[in-house]
Each structure stands twice: as structure tokens, then as C-alpha cells.
């Protein structure tokens, strides 16, 4: 067991995840970063991080394998990591699962007016029943069509909902009218709740703003254009989301990431009292799920079979 | 089109729908029962009546069909129907995906806690990110299994929910578990979210009480039962429900209906502020969809094919 090739943890990653834990369950050692020191880092091969800090990868010696914490890697590609090493994303059933559950969840605050109901609730006044739209009549767009993506597309249609998807490249999804990114304007004027999943590269950097708001239905049932965003913060503008929800371009937003975070407590989106805001917990990673995918990525490579869920360098995910 | 025959509307069944709106779309005579008279009542074969007051019935002298305004009848069976007129239940596609679409919201309000996010993000404060368990952790059981609860059933499945069914006799949905009566305390047993759609019926009224509640799985992945009602609320025993969330025998409820509706203000319901309540309102059904059900039936009735959704007298719905 002492014999397998260590595992480097940056620090940063989680406070419940401790290297005993991953040492346990790899059945290998593990290793804090903050604990190595010069021999470790001129034979250890792999690490996992999230954001590392400036200068980590200088660090190593001998690196073989990074391993990303997330789905996403836009934090770690800010600390250029060696061109020659690969990198891992971690995609888990799990966290997939999560977000599309975060996602329907969100959709049906929508359809159902709960913040409407809940303020009712707050003012124990029985309020009047309203004829709501059905799930068939909303016409719901997902940008991003990865594996978080299409599965939370797949989701939704099955939920009833009337659903399209967007990727920069054309995708095809049994029974969901997909477009690419020539149909971008055609997807967004079709589309009533537009659900943001797409990574953050320099093409989606703060691709949500004013302009592409304008561009959704805004005669949908549910009275307005609704952006739900569960990719990444920077992909949004939210200045003009703010602008969007006071003039009415927007008629609601769920943001479960920011442009910075956490979210400033003087942001005026926590000011809107019929939005849905949640703490970048929309699919939170967990240790039994990511033990998992580390053990089955680590007995591929030492194996030799390819590693999966790679990184391309080109297109930054 | 004088010619055929009038279809009486009762009153009480929603400002909304006035006789002129049912006349054009039926294309026949339509009167308000408070407008008709004694020439009226000796000849009106059809009735369209919600909750009939006392005599209703007796007015009619040439009556053939009853059509109710809900897919319950309970209101309707306690103002006695002459035994041999048949009932026609309105069930209607639109009010099944309705009732399914708040069943998968507030499934998923308990899921992702949305009463705890909805209080931080009142308070401007970025709450903590939880491990929150996936829909295939969470066993629902579903009671009732008419068009409404299988309906609901496969959604909730399809949302990946860990879902089982059951009804007074055996029916059988593909891929759900279900039981009948004699399964009812192992259904209970592995349910950790039960949601009601039963009729109200002598065996149905105070169904849930503490007894109920108490066989309820307690170690589910929400850390505690859950009870969503989207039935009957005299199927409820309100004062079991408040001393149940009081005491830990419940985790947290849904409630669409209730014992006495409007709910009274004074109501302990509204002081717990981590359950969900709405006002009746989780299928309200559409004049759109009542118009196409009518017509269907008053086609197939004056053509002579047999009427559809007739209720049961002797089981009551």
C-alpha cells in the first residue's frame, strides 16, 4: 500500500476534507501541500486543487496528473499550469444528479410563483388561486450541453417542460431541438427561462448581459424572460442584470454564482424580493464521489489506459 | 344551435366563467342556476355544479347528467344526488400536469431546503454550502393512484426521485413499486416523503393523523418525514399535523388543502416558517380545458356512446 505513488492535496479545497480521509479510501499517501516539502515535491506525481495559488505548479518536479475539484476550471487555468501535464475534470454522477436537481428546482420556482406564495405564507394571507402555466407551456433554453448539461436538459423535457439546447457546437439530444452557435439569436427568441450551464472561457466571459437578455422571448407564459444562472458568475454581468430587473427586461433571475463570491452583502441583487439567490450550492461536491473518481482515474493511468474527463487546452475546458 | 339542449351552471364555481363564455363555446344554451326559472328546471337535462347547497337537486325536473367542476366529488356527494343520474368527474390533462407540477415542486422544496436559502438570502446572507442529498436518495411515496397520482408517480420518477405508489386495490405503474391496503404500514415504513392525493372518502377522512405520521420512515436522507398534501384536507387532522412538526414526528409539511378553507388566519400552520402552504391552488382548473371536456361529453352523451369519468357511488369517487 506505502509502495503506490502519493497524491498531493492542495490546501483550499474543503475544511472537511482531510488527507486522512483520501489516504484511506486511495489506499495510498496523501499529502497536504502545506506539509510537503522538497522531497515529496520532487517525486510526487499527482495533485488535486481548485484555485491554486500563484507559483504551485512551479513547485513540482516530477507532476504527472492535476486533478481539478470541480466540473470547471476556469480558477485553475488562471495559474497556467504546465502545458505538457494533464488535467482531469472531476465529472461525477453525483454532482450531475445535484445540479439538475438544483435546476428543476429552480424552473418550478419560477412556474409556480413561489416567492409569491411564500410571501403570502409571511402574511398568513390565504391568497388567490391563479390559473399558473403548465410546465408544457414554458419553453425553457439550456445553454451549455456537457454532461451537466444534457442531462438537465434531458431532465426538464421529462419534467414536461417545452426544451432546446445551446452549444457552441452543434450537439444532438434524443427528442430536444438543439442549435450551435449560428443559431444563438434564433435559440434565445424562442426561449422563455434561458438556464446558464456553460463554462467560463474567454467566449462566455460576461456573455450574459444586457444585449442577450434583450434578445429572449419576453411573451412567454410566465409574463417576462427568467435567467438561471449555475455556471459560472463571471459569465454574467450583473450590473445589468440589476438594470434588467428594475426595467423589466428580466422578470426574475436564480443565481447560484456571482461575479464575485461570496456575494457582497451591499449587492443590490439581494435587494429583489422575487429572485432566488443560493450560496454557489448548487451541486457541491462530495468526498465519497470524488474518492471514487479519483480511485478509478488513478487505477486507469497506472494501468495504462488513457485518463478520461481531460481538459483541452484549446478551448480552456 | 337553439335547438340544443341547456347545460345549467351552478353558481359558486368561479367568478371567472360566465354563462355567455360556456354558451359559445358549447354551442348551446347556458344558464345560471340563480337566472333559471320553473320552465327552466322542467326541462334542463345537464347540471355543471362544484359544492351543491341543500335542494339544489330538487329544483330539476329533467335531469340526465351531472357534471362536476373537480375530479373530486366529495362537495357534491354530501348534497345527496338523486342515485340515478350519473356523475361525470372532470379529469383533464391539463389539470393532471398542473397537480404534478406542484407535487415535483414541493418534492423538491423539501430536497433543496428552499426555506432555509429563502431565509438567508432575506437576511443578505451567504449561507453555508450543505451536502444536500440527490432525488435518488429521497424514497416518495405517492397515495392515490387515479389519473392524478400516477400521473404525479412517473414525474417524480422521471426527476429521479426513489418513488412508490400506493392505492386502496392493487394497480400497477411500470417501474414504481406499489402496494395496496394490506401494504400500507411497509409503504409507509420506506417512505420518507409521502404526498396524498386520495379522494375524501368515509376511509380517507382523518387518515392523517400522529398514527399515520408516526409509521414513517425517521431516518430518511431529509433527517425526518415529510407529509405533502395535495388531496383532501379533511383527510388531515390538523392538530396532529401541528404537534407532529412541534415534536420531531414530522420533519416538515405541504399543504395545498385543508379542513377549513380559507384557512383561519389564527391557524398555528402559518407560525412554522420552514413549511410550505398554498391556497388551493395547485390545480386550479382552466375554462380552456372544462370547455373541451364538456363539449367531449355532451358529444358522446347526445350520440349516444357512454359517458366517461363516471363517478362510483358505491366507493364514492
Given at each position: ?74 480558477g ?18 453525483d ?11 429552480q ?129 454574467q ?25 461570496p ?49 483541452e487546452?484549446?478551448?480552456g475546458?
Open positions: 500500500m506505502i509502495s503506490k505513488r502519493p497524491l498531493i492535496l492542495d490546501t483550499d479545497i474543503g475544511a472537511d476534507r482531510s488527507p486522512e480521509y483520501f489516504a484511506e479510501h486511495l489506499e495510498r499517501p496523501v499529502l497536504s501541500l502545506n506539509d510537503a516539502d522538497e522531497t515529496v515535491f520532487a517525486r510526487a506525481p499527482y495533485l488535486l486543487t481548485w484555485r491554486p495559488r500563484p507559483g504551485t505548479f512551479d513547485k513540482f518536479q516530477a507532476l504527472e496528473v492535476i486533478f481539478s475539484l470541480g466540473a470547471g476550471v476556469d485553475l487555468m488562471r495559474t497556467d499550469p504546465p502545458q505538457h501535464i494533464p488535467i482531469v475534470r472531476f465529472v461525477d454522477p454532482m450531475t444528479q445535484l445540479m439538475a436537481d438544483w435546476v428543476c428546482h424552473c418550478l420556482n419560477h412556474l409556480r410563483d413561489q416567492s409569491q406564495y411564500a410571501s403570502w405564507q409571511a402574511d398568513r394571507h390565504w391568497g388567490n388561486k391563479q390559473q399558473q402555466p403548465m410546465a408544457s407551456e414554458v419553453r425553457v433554453g439550456v445553454m451549455g450541453l456537457g454532461e451537466l448539461g444534457s442531462f438537465a436538459a434531458r431532465r426538464l423535457a421529462a419534467m414536461g417542460f417545452d426544451v432546446a439546447g445551446w452549444s457552441r457546437s452543434m450537439k444532438q439530444l434524443d427528442g430536444i431541438k438543439t442549435y450551435d452557435q449560428n443559431g444563438l439569436d434564433t435559440f434565445l427568441g424562442r426561449t422563455d427561462m434561458v438556464v446558464g450551464l456553460l463554462p467560463l472561457t474567454a467566449q462566455t466571459q460576461g456573455l450574459y448581459d444586457r444585449s442577450f437578455f434583450s434578445k429572449l422571448n419576453p411573451d412567454g407564459a410566465l409574463g417576462g424572460p427568467i435567467f438561471i444562472n449555475g455556471g459560472r458568475g463571471k459569465s454581468v450583473e450590473a445589468d442584470i440589476i438594470a434588467c430587473l428594475k426595467d423589466g427586461t428580466l422578470k426574475s433571475v436564480s443565481l447560484d454564482v456571482f461575479e464575485e463570491e456575494l457582497h452583502e451591499n449587492s443590490p441583487l439581494w435587494g429583489f424580493d422575487h429572485i432566488y439567490l443560493t450560496p454557489h450550492s448548487s451541486a457541491v461536491s462530495r468526498d465519497s464521489g470524488l474518492v471514487r473518481h479519483l480511485s478509478e482515474q488513478l487505477q486507469r493511468y497506472e494501468s495504462g489506459l488513457p485518463l478520461q474527463h481531460l481538459v487546452r484549446d478551448r475546458y
